[in-house]
Nanobody, 128 residues
Framework: QLKLVESGGGLVQPGGSLRLSCAAS????????IGWFRQAPGKEREGVSC????????YYVESVKGRFTISRDNAKNTVFLQMNSLKPDDSGVYYC?????????????????????WGQGTQVTVSS
């Protein structure tokens, strides 16, 4: 059973930066799509950025391109999301998820994991 634990959320002013971490344990396969998703009150869950555990290919939703960077440290089984130039619209609960069946883009587009591997979430609030 894969376990995901997010950390790094908090309160930041517009234009600031945060770095989220997703620590994973229990990997049994060579390939997982691992992604960051966010959900604001009253809004649907949205895929933010996803990365392949095998070849490192990445996908970003248009609204975060050039501001967010997803990366992985396979030795530490950790995926990071560096968020720069944060905007109030970036606020929400950020979740980490993993899936063995979806491509990186499909996982982000669908904001879904067929395997159902989700972390507990970390709150990001961008406000002055």
């Amino acid at each position: 059973q894969l376990k995901l634990v997010e950390s790094g959320g908090g309160l930041v002013q517009p234009g600031g930066s945060l770095r989220l971490s997703c620590a994973a344990s229990g990997f049994t396969e060579d390939y997982y799509a691992i992604g960051w998703f966010r959900q604001a009150p009253g809004k649907e869950r949205e895929g933010v950025s996803c990365i392949s555990s095998s070849d490192g290919s990445t996908y970003y939703v248009e609204s975060v391109k050039g501001r967010f960077t997803i990366s992985r440290d396979n030795a530490k089984n950790t995926v990071f999301l560096q968020m720069n130039s944060l905007k109030p619209d970036d606020s929400g609960v950020y979740y980490c998820a993993a899936d063995r069946w979806l491509t990186v883009q499909a996982m982000c587009d669908m904001a879904h994991s067929y395997d159902g591997y989700w972390g507990q979430g970390t709150q990001v609030t961008v406000s002055s």
